[in-house]
């Protein structure tokens, strides 16, 4: 999947071109996002909760001959600044939607906590509010979802359901985690991608208010209104569909 990796790659060196800046990879799997960004020069740290890719991905780096970057095996649910420190860029990538509902709620505050720049977030929505949860007094919408066979190297860590958040609980969940802006990348093209998976860059700003202009609070997103059973049940065959044709 190379286009889905030289689109993460051009949008960290857009946002930092910098490449002494350090950039925490979680959920690495083999370490591919961890050593590319290490031969751009940025320091990597990656964080896999699988032993087998752990190995790989250590095997990887021996052979690599990096010496900025380097791997831990653990669950991305373990983080925190205490234990793994600050960065200046956090890529999530493919991992809320292997998450339940509460632990990907809290795995963005995670993130949040430790990030000092901005957040790359990679995952699969939902185009349905068939499910909502309440998180720290605010609600969230989405659907369940049943999990791979928990044997397969790209399932959940021990959960046999997830949770894929609509695409306003996403954004007000980034935003209510602390990060002061949102952004879709489009471009480079990533043509495998299906349609309900997005790629979203969390700047960690400074929240600003308007001088001249009276405004309230911010306001959230407005939730995407319920489908009719029909239109769900197309929306879903739609997606097996687009899996089917690739």
Known sequence: MPERQLRIVQTIVDHAPENNLTVLDLGCLEGQYSLELASHGYHVTGIEGRPESYEKAEK??????????????????NLSREKYGEYDIVLCLGILYHLEAEDALKLIDYVHSVCRRFAIFDTHFSFTPDEKIIYRGHTYAGYSSREHDLSHPWSAIRNEFSFF????????????????????CLMPAAPDYPTNRATLIAIKGRPVTLNRTPLGKRRAWPEVKPYSALRRLAVRALLVAEKLWK
């Not at 980034?174 to 002061?180: D, H, K, L, Q, V």
């Open 60 to 77: 990887r780096r021996r052979e690599s001959g990096y010496d900025n970057v380097r791997f831990f095996c653990d669950d991305v649910r």
């Open 165 to 184: 958040f609509t695409r306003p609980s996403l954004f007000n969940a980034i935003e209510g985690a602390g990060f002061s802006s949102v952004y879709e």
